[in-house]
């Protein structure tokens, strides 16, 4: 059993994080600004990250073996954009510092398909379909670009220091509470983005149940040693969160994917975990056919 460091750990996915990461046996420490860190964390620690000393204090005072960084503002325009750019930037700044300067072994931070860069107002389309990690990255928000700059400074530290690193891309985040009817991080219910197409086919229709992300997480993070390090992995669901093939639905909502999505038929979607199965044998599990199949579908 080895001490995992989790930050964002009462987040929506942070939740699901230090509960699949006590199921495999680590100990987990759980650090957060808000109160929610489950009960299977062995501590459950407050703390202010963008603070560089309160983030070389806690290292310090766990010493972890490994961290995951998730803590962070988590959607776009919820904050002025310079507040966003501000605190995820640094966040991910300290603690990936403190992370090697204490010896940290392993760091897996938290990024996101956005990064791509759809729905920018000035229009957008894929060089191709389905999206893997060689897609071109194109910020246009303080979010997305945010995110850029996360996975840059993490691949800095990989490079400069002993300590092996990568990086997570999780497609829109639904944790059980959401598939019971809770609202999304959009405010709207899951229900509702399969219902209105135009909701859902503004980021492609991706999606991952915050189950299967944290299991990746578990996974990758067992797994760095024996990785290149800085990489970077998609996460997402293996259909779309989509009633028809976005083959149909993708060039109706997004101008421009009409040449790439002739082949994403049936229930594909348009984001692809083939380097997640290929280097670290994972897949996901679960699926909005399954999970929403007590509400009536």
């Known amino acids: 059993m080895s001490r995992v460091l989790v930050t964002g750990s009462a987040g929506r996915l942070g939740r699901s994080v230090v509960t699949a990461l006590a199921a495999a046996g680590h100990e987990v420490v759980g650090v957060d600004r808000a109160p929610g860190t ?10 202010d990250l963008t603070d560089t000393g309160e983030a070389f204090e806690v290292m310090a005072r ?6 995951i960084h998730l803590a962070a503002i988590a959607t776009p325009f919820s904050a002025p954009e310079s507040v966003i750019f501000k605190v995820n930037t640094q966040l991910a700044f300290n603690v990936c510092e403190a992370s090697a300067a204490m010896g940290v072994a392993g760091v ?7 990064v791509i860069g759809y729905g920018a107002p000035g229009g957008w389309a894929p060089s191709y379909l389905p999206i893997d990690e060689e897609h071109p990255v194109k910020p246009w928000n303080a979010y997305n670009l945010s995110k ?3 996975e840059q400074t993490m691949k800095a530290f990989a490079t400069a220091s002993g300590t092996r690193m990568a990086a997570v891309r999780p497609c829109f ?3 059980p509470e959401e598939w019971a009817g809770a609202p999304t991080q959009s405010g709207h219910t899951v229900r509702e983005r399969l219902d209105r197409p135009e909701l859902g086919g503004v980021s492609l229709f991706n999606y991952i149940d915050a189950r299967d992300a944290a299991d990746l997480i578990t ?8 990785l290149p390090t800085g990489e970077v992995f998609f996460a997402g669901a293996a259909d779309a969160l989509a009633r028809k093939p976005l083959a149909d639905l993708l060039p109706q909502v ?3 994917t009409e040449p790439f999505a002739a082949g994403l038929t049936g229930t594909l979607p348009a984001f692809s975990t083939v380097k997640a199965e290929r280097l670290l044998g994972w897949r996901p599990r679960r699926s909005w056919r399954s999970e929403l199949k007590e509400n009536g579908d």
Do not use: D, K, Q
Request: net charge negative.
């Open 62 to 67: 766990f010493r972890p073996e490994s961290v």
């Open 219 to 226: 996974v990758l993070t067992e797994a760095l040693p024996e």
């Open 108 to 114: 897996v931070i938290a990024s996101s398909p956005t």
């Open 148 to 150: 850029v700059v996360v």
């Open 173 to 175: 985040v639904i944790p």
């Open 38 to 47: 489950p009960p299977e964390a062995a501590v459950a620690f407050p703390a």
């Open 254 to 256: 997004v101008p421009g």
